[in-house]
Structures are given as structure tokens and as C-alpha cells.
């Protein structure tokens, strides 16, 4: 009988393995944890969150009772959701200007005005040599999705220049990363003809974890939880939250399945899964045995008497020590 790894140990090395070397140089990883308990639930949402502060990463959490994590552009937005895009945009151009130029110690005077002031320069030839810069530096960079690219330089643009940006369409380009966008129509000044959807969301995220590589930061660190997607009984009286059909849950399973088989091409990334315990249970309706693609991707088939492998892909945590059967 092997022993519950604790969630302390656990983030201890999830931060010395992967978020403080490999994660930062680039790689990606997706962990399934299955807390055993409520106070080992909320410890890795919270250690992880911390751990990413700080190493710099941006972290994000989506939980399956408020967000359909079986539409990956659902997932997408609401990881959105959850950036400063204007921030990013900003601390992109200042990572990319200071060394050839002198910039603004506030961002309040940051501008193409002020920076063509601070180093004597002509505003329109300014002008045309950052443009130059942000041609090379961001939309010739194919590590990112055209339409990911475009979008990031309309925001570089409304940092740079603001009074000849239109500020509806700086709106509305965040609109569209956040879902919140309702015609597309509204960005074809923007030259994007096409809504993030299922076809696309993925690289899309992709792309985003690139961009904050780009910014400064150390990459992207997501916490899934599809605790209700396990669940398959649903309240007489709905309380206004999310339950899933059978066939949902499968389409949850097969979008785990494609990030862990994307991880050659994700970089920068960490995710981790949080599910119930019955997740790991010999269930073909709910459990993980109702999808053999993802389970035969997780699951260890030779595991030690008497400890767990801490870095395994699917571990199981207690706060409390209690041994496994």
C-alpha cells in the first residue's frame, strides 16, 4: 500500500521540476491531480496559484460549473477572461523598444509622441521604424496564429498611438479574445473574418502562451477542475450552475486528450487537472474508464508498493497521509 503524496510535497516539486526550469524554458506539461480531500482540493488550487505568481507566470482557473471545458474556445475565453491585454501589449513594446530607445518612466506618458521627444526624433520616422520593429518581432513570428498576431498588433498600436486608434476597435479586438463579441462583422477593420470557435481555439491558446513569453512573463499556468463533469446527478431544483450529459463528458475527456498529445507544440505551459476521486474509479459511465484514449495516456500500469511517483502524470493527494488499497 503506497502513501498519499501531500499536497505540500507535491508543489514542491511541480516548482523545482517544471515551473522554475523546464516550464520557463519552454516546455509544457498537462498533470491529472486527484485530491482525496477538500482541504488537499483548495491547497493545490491555492499553491499553484502562488507558485506561479512567483515565477512570473500568468495564472488562470476555469471550473467545469461555470464553463463548458468540452468547447475548447468556452475554455479559451475564459482564460481571456482572466489577462490584461492592454498590460501585455505594454510590456511587449517596452521589452522590445528599450534597447534602441529611451522610453517614459510612467505609463501614463507612454506614447509614440513622448518617446520621439525623449530621444529627438522625428515622430513619423518613429513612426515607421517601430513599425518596422513590430513587423519583425511580432507579426512575422509564425509561432503565433495569424489572427492572434493581428489582433496583438491593433493593441501594440492603441498603446503607441491611442488618438489614431480607434479606441471602439482596441474594444473590440479584446471583445473577441474574451467571447464577448457579438458580429464579427465589427472586425473587419481589423482584418479578422472569423470568431475564435472550436476550429481554432486551440492554437489560439497556443499562441497566447507564446505572447506572454514575448511580454516579459514566464509563460501560462491553468488549473482545470472537472470535478462536475464527474458528477452525473443533477439537483431537482437547478442552482443556476452546470451539469453535463454523458456524451459531454466524453468531448471533455477527448480535449484533455488533445493538449496532452499537443505538448510538443504548447510551450511555456502547465496545466493541471483537478478531478474527484471517483475519476479514478473502475467506472465506464463517468470515470476514466469511459474514455481508454485519455486513460491510457495518464495511467500508470507499474506503480511502487510504497511511494507514489510525485511526478507522474495522474497522482493522488491527501492532506492527511492515508495509504491507497
Request: glycine share 6%.
Amino acid at each position: 500500500m503506497a502513501k498519499y503524496i501531500s499536497p505540500e510535497e507535491w508543489l514542491s516539486r511541480m516548482r523545482k521540476e517544471y515551473l522554475q526550469d523546464f516550464i520557463r524554458q519552454g516546455g509544457a506539461a498537462v498533470k491529472f491531480v486527484i485530491p482525496m480531500d477538500s482541504i488537499a482540493h483548495n491547497q493545490i488550487r491555492a499553491g499553484l496559484q502562488g507558485a506561479a505568481n512567483d515565477g512570473g507566470f500568468h495564472f488562470a482557473f476555469v471550473d467545469a460549473t461555470t464553463t463548458k471545458l468540452h468547447w475548447v474556445d468556452k475554455l479559451f475565453h475564459q482564460v481571456a477572461q482572466q489577462i490584461d491585454w492592454d498590460g501585455l501589449a505594454y510590456a511587449f513594446l517596452c521589452h522590445l523598444l528599450a534597447e534602441p530607445y529611451k522610453l517614459p518612466k510612467e505609463r501614463s506618458q507612454f506614447g509614440l509622441q513622448q518617446i520621439a521627444l525623449l530621444n529627438d526624433l522625428n515622430e513619423n520616422m518613429l513612426k515607421t521604424k517601430i513599425e518596422s520593429l513590430l513587423e519583425k518581432a511580432l507579426f512575422q513570428d509564425y509561432a503565433m496564429s495569424q489572427e492572434f498576431r493581428i489582433a496583438m498588433l491593433h493593441l501594440c498600436m492603441a498603446q503607441l498611438n491611442p488618438s489614431e486608434v480607434n479606441p471602439d476597435l482596441r474594444d473590440t479586438v479584446k471583445e473577441w479574445l474574451r467571447g464577448e463579441l457579438g458580429h464579427i462583422a465589427a472586425l473587419k477593420p481589423a482584418l479578422i473574418f472569423q470568431k475564435i470557435g472550436r476550429h481554432n481555439a486551440r492554437h489560439i491558446l497556443f499562441s497566447l502562451a507564446h505572447w506572454l513569453k514575448l511580454a516579459g512573463r514566464s509563460g501560462l499556468v491553468i488549473v482545470l477542475d472537472i470535478t462536475r463533469y464527474i458528477e452525473g446527478t443533477r439537483p431537482k431544483e437547478p442552482d443556476g450552475t452546470l451539469y453535463y450529459s454523458a456524451p459531454a463528458l466524453l468531448e471533455c475527456y477527448e480535449v484533455l486528450r488533445e493538449f496532452i498529445d499537443s505538448t510538443d507544440e504548447l510551450e511555456y505551459s502547465f496545466i493541471c487537472v483537478i478531478a474527484p476521486p471517483a475519476f479514478v474509479n473502475e467506472d465506464e459511465r463517468r470515470g476514466l474508464w469511459a474514455y481508454d484514449a485519455l486513460r491510457l495516456r495518464i495511467w500508470d500500469e507499474v506503480q511502487d508498493k510504497r511511494l507514489m511517483n510525485p511526478l507522474s502524470t495522474l497522482v493522488r493527494i491527501s492532506q492527511d497521509g492515508n495509504t491507497q488499497n
